[in-house]
């Protein structure tokens, strides 16, 4: 619309994966063309396009009337340096828009709305608001199942996507993913480390935690380094068949990854987006073959046995038509796993099953082996059944510790792990009785409030478990933190409700999991 | 969480309606307690207490690692002087999300669910995030009736409300209101002098255009002042019966205000937000009875009988539960109403009805007239039926004018209203044919492209309507613009797709309203 030339201008405002163009009220490209706050902007700097949302500034301390400011996203995205000219457009809307109106009134998208809706997502083009209506529009009126096979295709087909056989030779790459939601539950760590000791590559890649106290990514780093390149990566799956790594999604699902910038902050992760972001990932990291921790119970993200059985549908189907083995799992999702909640005290755990302490928590470990079983069961040469017992041979005779420990080696031991936080408080049984229910959501939120997983010592202690009978004032569970600030919030916090229900034995809530392992 | 202070900073950024926190990475309070990127945060300070984004912010010129920054629309809803001590914690998310979850999920929300939102959304404690997903929720899952009447009641709740007859003694106050879309229908600057004329108080109050070329404010602009205050315009109401003022809506109805800040760029326009939105803005500003036009066409908001049939009954049952006498009118909506397209065009349309020029567009004239009949049978001494003839001798004795003349006056008369713009473009029929149809999106489109409303003289002049019939190369319309830059791209995006169809005389779409005045 305009010739008119700009400056381009670093403004140091993290967006949040949102391309922000700062533009000065006085700017005549402003003047002329009527910008408003909050318009799209096409613009263009030495062969480079970028699209972004215009804010209007009234300071020229931020950007002069002739610069062109772009956020810390918009400027890396753009990759054209300060002081280069930029000229700046009126935006057309994407070409995907319209089907993102047809949802969100309600009909059906094609293979081909998606992959437009996902390319445009992926280049940025959607502001925050319109990934919002695409969010809220496809948790409303459900993808069915061809919907979720092209997103999920087109989610991987903007992303980087990895081929482990290529560098390790032919046969299966494992991996073990879990939908999440339960604190604690870094089965993930004693999986590896079983299988990679059966002899399977299981090059598993975890995120960092997103609204949780800890991902997997968090706890592994209390161990070893978890940021590695490719090429190390790939060495040490060849020297010990296994890692576990931070995944840096950013590459493998670009969509994904600004999907749930907006997903996190509105709570929403509904069954068609939450297949199409594993599936996606998992295939784009090169997996052949998963299996899949789905929990369900009250405070679980799955809530029922209905809907854990169509979610656990819906990801064969989508995965079988993808050409990935899938062996979905229904797990109890009652309660927490293991003891700790927070990177150390839920590392300190992993290391207590490896080493066959006496105190590890025997659920972690029960369940780590019903896993790592299943995924031994991809083994064409393992007869079914078979699984849980060999899992359970490897962890026994110490191998598992051995594979661990070569592992972390490989990555690279942190010489000295950090301590729990020593800021310390017990919260107590208020009245005799039996715990018949112990909040996921309550626990989790209570173990971030006190610091994690940025405190890696930070977090929660659980003393008693479903179905334990205490007195009152006997610890629930106890408060690790390090700061006074996060300290004082997380007690104050656990004070107005523990998470903790006492009650009688009769109310425990039965396991909702009927399947056997 | 933490009573670290921090010294607040003005950011002069316009964030449009969303009030940001501006953080510097390295402040304490973000590192302590692990703020991220778009969490929302509490500031306190000096009693008051706001709610904001947070951006994370790398360069100490815009905020120093001790400084809380605030953006334009924090800053003044704070109200808070630069240098202030501030406190910043994380926030609880605002109470009503809970409920903004259930409409996520489909549920029906109840009186006090949906005036704890509207209050949650007038007080800026939704993120836009969190906006979009109530705008789209409440677009998918039909809000029902019982929802609208509660919404629209949540609205006026949270807003100022101002009540003409305690200034103005007993009697009706009248309104009339299109739910727009069609580009040229000004009647309301022929419906207020006639009926003022007729000796009824119509105080109105217009909307500047948000999406369209121009609103009654901006063209009125084009003739006399329109931002006075309060107690002028009850000054001029008691002298002249009417006025034809700017609304500064966000006072009357701020949630709405900051509502439509997501909607416009969505493009979503439910007919439960619409009611809500119309209704709410109407009560709030104390008119009494009101006439509703709802046109319909193929390129009208409402684009079948049925649907504007629906649309009629809804605004009829909210009315009525809120008292306000409501005659909703669905009127012809295939094509613009008048020739101009534009502020300045569309003032030359107004004026030319109410001096009965020979030129005057007909259309325009008419569809006031019967607007404007409809409302002076609010008066009960008018009999049913009798209020168009009342209406067309009062604009054919020259009495409109004059009242339009007074009003003007009181207002504060343009001594020099702008000209229209000089840098023309003929868009030409291609072929021979009568005009089958005339696109409401495109040319209200164009017209923006050429400048309107920012440029009042900007616009589009229609020089054929809907059945004409024209030979090619003869003039379809006439392009206005000021500015280069708005004219070689307006003229580029009119040669691309002018918004004419041409054809054979029975290829003209008859009008869909059936209904006599």
Redesign the interface.
Known sequence: ????TLSIRR??????RESVA?LH?ECPVVR???F???SKVKVQANGQVLFAVL?????A??VGPLELGLS?DAFTRLGVAPGHAARID?AEPPSSIAAL?RK?A?ERLGREDLRAVVQDIAAARY???????F???T???ELDRDEVLHLTEAMIGVGRRLDWRAELGGGPVVDKHCIGGIPGNRTSMLVVPIVAAHGMRCPKTSSRAITSPAGTADTMEVLAEVELPLQRLQEIVRATHGCLAWGGTADLSPADDILI??ER????DSPGQMVASILSKKIAAGSTHLVLDIPVGPTAKVRSMPAAQRLKRLFEVVASRLGLQLDAVITDGREPIGRGIGPVLEARDVMQVLQNHPDAPQDLRQKSLRLAGRVIEFDPDVRGGEGYRIARDILDSGRALASMNAIIDAQGRRAVPPPPGDKLFDVLAPSDGVVVGIDNLRLARIA??S?AP??PGAGVDLRVKLGQAVKAGDPLYRLHAR?E??FS?ACRMAQQDSGYRLGSADQVPREFATETF
Chains 1, 2 share one sequence.
Do not use: C, Y
Request: glycine share 8%; net charge negative.
């Open positions: 619309m305009n010739g008119d403004v140091g405002i993290d967006t949040w700062f009220r002329a063309a009527g408003q706050a909050l804010n209007v500034v009234d300071d301390a931020i810390e009126q109106h969100i309600g502001s925050k608001i319109e990934l919002a209506a969010v809220v529009a948790n409303q009126f910038s907006v902050p509105l709570a929403i971030r409030l610091g940025q405190v700061f600030a996060d919030f």
